[in-house]
């Protein structure tokens, strides 16, 4: 079945420690890929979204994605976390089918930054 | 602009009960859709509208109805709620079909089915 995965659940960090979640997809054409955060008690914010050119995507809060095509790859990194950035992230894929863009989540990646 | 509104923020209910969870969006968006979250499964598709007039299912639609007679609201009906439809479900909108098209979020329904 296709799907998107994320292979880390929880990820507890340090303030200044770097940041790597990986998220794998399985889908074959093309794709759009994205990265949404949910803070606390708050909505689906997104972070940053890759269509097409450098593969490497600069988002918004100092995150950035790598898509690395041969490996269905998108994750997402940020050189120094903040307490801030304590969320829910989730990748997710987006497939045009029947004339519309369906998004695939992951099952998310819950980050606890302690200060 | 607001974006995607929905309400009520909370809701709980009995088993059987009936109800309807509002999402409308203001930035004239012809596509609109449900999800629902649940822990260690993300967010599933549960019916999307690619226009008034228009629905379809998503990824898991029993339970749930929709219908989209203007181009601002979708509603999301359960017609006999059941405790596995105990979820946040959010609403979610795009301008367009494309890949391109950035879907935008509202803050979620919480919903409780006793």
């Known amino acids: 079945a296709q799907s998107v995965s994320q292979h880390n659940h929880h990820v507890i960090l340090s303030e200044a420690a770097s940041l790597e979640l990986g998220c794998n997809y399985s889908?074959?054409?093309?794709?759009?890929l994205f990265w949404y955060v949910q803070y606390p008690g708050q909505h689906l914010q997104l972070l940053l979204k890759y269509f097409s050119g450098d593969p490497l995507v600069k988002g918004i809060k100092g995150f950035e994605a790598e898509f690395i095509k041969s490996k269905f790859s998108f994750n997402l990194r940020k050189p120094s976390v903040q307490w801030s950035d304590t969320a829910e992230y989730f990748c997710a894929v987006a497939r045009l089918n029947t004339g519309f863009q369906k998004l695939v989540f992951g099952t998310g990646t819950r980050l606890l930054v302690s200060p | 602009n607001a974006g995607v509104t929905q309400t009520p923020k909370f809701q709980v209910l009995k088993t059987g009960q009936s109800m309807t969870l509002q999402c409308a969006q203001d930035?004239?968006?012809?596509?609109m859709s449900w999800y629902r979250q649940d822990p260690g499964m993300g967010l599933r598709l549960i019916h999307y509208s690619v226009g008034a007039g228009i629905t379809d299912q998503g990824e898991v639609p029993n339970g749930y109805n929709v219908s989209r007679s203007t181009t601002e609201d979708f509603p999301l009906r359960l017609l006999s709620a059941a405790p596995s439809q105990t979820s946040v479900y959010f609403c979610?909108?795009?301008?367009?079909?494309?890949?391109?098209?950035?879907?935008?979020f509202g803050p979620g329904t919480r919903l409780t089915v006793l």
């Open positions: 889908y074959g054409g093309t794709v759009n």
């Open positions: 979610a909108s795009s301008y367009g079909q494309g890949l391109h098209d950035e879907q935008f």
């Open positions: 930035m004239n968006h012809e596509y």
